[in-house]
C-alpha cells in the first residue's frame, strides 16, 4: 500500500513512536505506583510486576497531610491563573490600543524582566513579603504570582493582530473601552487566553523553589513541597513518592486534555499570523 492510500497522514509513522517514547517515563510511573518497596527496589528492576499494591496509595491518604496539600497547590494555582487571565488582558489591552506617554519604553522594561533569573529576585521578592507579613502563607506564594509580564506580550501580539475596525464598530453602539474588551476582544482571544491559563498553571503547579523559600509549616505546604518529606538521608519511601507523583501528575494532565484544542488552535493562529 502506498503512503498516498493510508487512512491516516505519513507523518503518524513518526510521530506515533515520538509520542510512545516521550509517554513512557508516565507510564513506569503510574505502573511503579502500584508497587511495593521491595519491588521497586529490585535489580535488575520489575518491568511487569507479579502483583498490585496500593501501599504507596495507603501511606498518601492516611500517613500525610496529602489532602491538605493538594488543596493548597489548587487555592494557589487556580487563584494565580484567574489573576494573571484578568490582570494580563488589562495590561495588555492597555499596551495594544492606548497611547500613553512612556508607553514604548515602559512595555520594553517589562520584557527585559523576563531576562531576569529567579535566583536575582528570590531575596527581594521574600523580603517584599516579609514585610507584607505573608511569609509562611499561602499569600507568600500567591501574590508574586498575580501577573507576569509573558502573559502581557502574549496577549498583547494577540490584540495587536484583530482589526480595530471591531473595536471602532463597538465604539459607535456606546460601548465603553472596558466593554470593548470584554464584550468583543475577550471572546476572540480565547484561544490565547487558554494558552496563558494552561502554562500559568503549570508553572504554579510543579513550583518548587520558591515555596520551599517562602514556606515552614507543613500546614501551608503545596504538593510539590510536601512530597519531599517523603525523600529522606536514609530512607526513601518510593512507593508512597511514585504514589503521589502520579496524583500531582494528573490534575496537570487533565488540565492539558481538556484545553488540547484551543491550546494547538493558538500555537496554529500564532504561526500563521507571524
Known sequence: MSLRRLPFSPWHLVLAPMALLFALPLLWLLVTSFMSDAQINRFPPTIVPDSLHLTGYDYVFTNAQFPRWFLNSTIVACTVVVSNLVLCSLSA????????????????????????????????????????????????????????????????????????????????????????????????????????????????WNDLAWPLIAINSSEHYTLQLGLTTFQGQHRTLWSALMAGNVLTTAPVVIAFLLAQRTFIQSLTWSAVKG
Not at 531576569?116 to 507579613?133: H, V
Request: net charge positive; aromatic share 10%; hydrophobic share 60%.
Open 93 to 204: 489591552y492597555a499596551f495594544a490600543r492606548m497611547r500613553f506617554r512612556g508607553a514604548t519604553a515602559l512595555f520594553a522594561l517589562m520584557l527585559a524582566t523576563l531576562v531576569i533569573p529567579f535566583q536575582l529576585t528570590m531575596i527581594p521578592t521574600f523580603l517584599i513579603m516579609k514585610e507584607l507579613g505573608l511569609i509562611n502563607s499561602l499569600g507568600a506564594l500567591i501574590v508574586p504570582g498575580l501577573v507576569s509580564a509573558f502573559g502581557i506580550f502574549l496577549l498583547r501580539q494577540f490584540f495587536l493582530a484583530l482589526p480595530p475596525e471591531l473595536e471602532d464598530a463597538a465604539r459607535i453602539d456606546g460601548c465603553s473601552r472596558l466593554g470593548v474588551l470584554v464584550k468583543v476582544l475577550l471572546p476572540l482571544a480565547r484561544p490565547a487566553l487558554t494558552t496563558l491559563a494552561v502554562l500559568t498553571f503549570l508553572t504554579t
